[in-house]
């Protein structure tokens, strides 16, 4: 049970930086010079109606193999899950993209084969596997044996050595 409760509590913080970041990414829009506005009778006439940010085809269909399934188990839902295992299938996509877009700079693409979600032809995928069995094991077994951690739950994960990077920078200097 306390090896449940450290593992969803390092998701519930992946997921909550996941959307922090990806909201905050998402929100900026970069505009050298602003436009001047527009009349307000203009504003109205013109105004679409709200359309969510535009989302990747292939990541849309998976958002849609998904919708009405949320909290169902991902393996439920997905065809070849190992790691995420009675997650609820609505997380896998976020965990994606923040444990593993964001933390290592890839894109879906590094590990998957696009249309062959479930295949295993690239090792990076079983790489990536076995990578967050290592950072299960340093923050449920190995940090709780280091004398005088500032942090009442200490924990890794993909960004405490991959910064962004396929391969973390080691400085060897």
């Known amino acids: 049970m306390k090896k449940q409760i450290l593992v969803m509590g390092m998701l ?6 996941g ?25 109205a006439a013109e ?9 990747p085809p292939f990541i849309a269909a998976i958002q849609e193999k998904v919708k009405g399934k949320e909290n169902l188990p991902a393996e439920e839902v997905f065809e070849n899950i190992q790691i995420l295992k009675g997650m609820p299938a609505g997380r896998v996509l976020p965990i994606m993209r923040m444990a593993f877009n964001q933390s290592l700079g890839v894109k879906c693409g590094h590990c998957h084969e696009f249309g062959q979600w479930a295949s295993d032809a690239k090792p990076t995928k079983q790489v990536a596997r076995d990578m967050w069995v290592m950072t299960g094991k340093i923050n449920q077994e190995l940090l709780s044996q280091i ?23 080691l400085n060897m200097e």
Do not use: D, M, Y
């Open 19 to 43: 959307t922090f970041n990806w909201s905050s990414c998402t929100a900026k829009k970069a505009t050298a010079t602003p436009a001047p506005e527009p009349a307000e009778e203009q504003v």
């Open 12 to 17: 519930c913080s992946i997921l909550f930086l």
């Open 47 to 55: 105004k679409p109606a709200e359309t969510p940010p535009s989302v």
């Open 147 to 169: 004398p005088n951690l500032q942090s009442e739950q200490p924990a890794v994960n993909c960004t405490t050595c991959h910064r962004g990077q396929v391969k973390p920078a």
